[in-house]
């Protein structure tokens, strides 16, 4: 089954605004982290927070984690035209590490 | 940007052919995974391998095999494509120690008539 879970499916939004994506998950987790993927790309590591760290910041992105909760947020500041893609959140949770449980994605479309 | 390369970017092929799809690594990281990702879906792992001679399965099945020869170069095969191969074929790389991110191609596209 799906680790993660990320809502909305997709977001639309003006240029200047923020955008919140959220990701929940079903097991504990050795870290988890977020990816963006530009239409007909790969992904791009964008923030990886391990599960004793509650907060991380990376330019315009600020990541939340919340182990009780189960679930992590993303936010980019000022979003800009270019911010426009899918975000996915993936959690680390194996023995092993770096074996990563994608899920769907959030799509982001940042109007200019 | 990582890199990483995928080739072929796009395949467009019949029934039954035998299909390698080709990725490598300049980075020297020990570990590469296959994934598995449908339009608008999440990425599903296939195959990834700790290093030379060491392949594993990913949590979908697949009929595809892959072989890990050279650090760098990963290969992924279709020994007989059929339709339910159409999907997009996602490579990625990453340092062996715990916790490090992973460093994507660009994918191959595939598409089997």
């Known amino acids: 089954s799906q680790q993660g879970e990320e809502d909305p499916q997709a977001l639309s939004i003006q240029e200047g605004e923020n955008a919140t994506m959220n990701c929940s998950y079903k097991?504990?987790?050795?870290?988890l982290q977020w990816y963006r993927q530009n239409s007909g790309r790969g992904l791009v590591h964008l923030i990886l927070?391990?599960?004793?760290?509650r907060e991380k910041h990376s330019g315009r992105l600020r990541v939340t984690l919340d182990t009780s909760k189960k679930s992590s947020s993303l936010l980019i500041t000022a979003s800009r035209a270019a911010d426009t893609a899918s975000y996915f959140c993936?959690?680390?949770?194996?023995?092993?590490?770096?074996?990563?449980?994608f899920g769907a994605g959030t799509i982001l479309r940042v109007k200019s | 940007e990582a890199d990483i390369y995928q080739t072929p970017r796009y395949l467009v092929i019949g029934t039954g052919k035998k299909i390698t799809l080709e990725c490598s690594q300049t980075?020297?990281?020990?570990?590469m995974y296959w994934y598995q990702q449908d339009p608008g879906m999440e990425l599903h792992l296939i195959h990834y391998?700790?290093?030379?001679?060491?392949?594993e399965k990913g949590d979908l099945s697949s009929e595809s095999t892959v072989s890990r020869i050279r650090t760098e170069h990963f290969p992924l095969t279709l020994e007989s494509a059929r339709p339910s191969h159409t999907s997009q074929y996602l490579c990625?790389?990453?340092?062996?120690?715990?916790?490090?991110?992973?460093?994507f191609g660009d994918g191959t596209r595939l598409s089997i008539l």
């Open positions: 990625a790389s990453s340092e062996l120690v715990s916790g490090q991110p992973q460093h």
């Open positions: 097991t504990s987790i050795n870290n």
């Open positions: 927070i391990r599960s004793n760290e």
């Open positions: 993936a959690t680390d949770a194996g023995e092993d590490g770096n074996k990563l449980v």
């Open positions: 980075m020297g990281h020990d570990k």
């Open positions: 391998s700790y290093g030379v001679n060491s392949t």
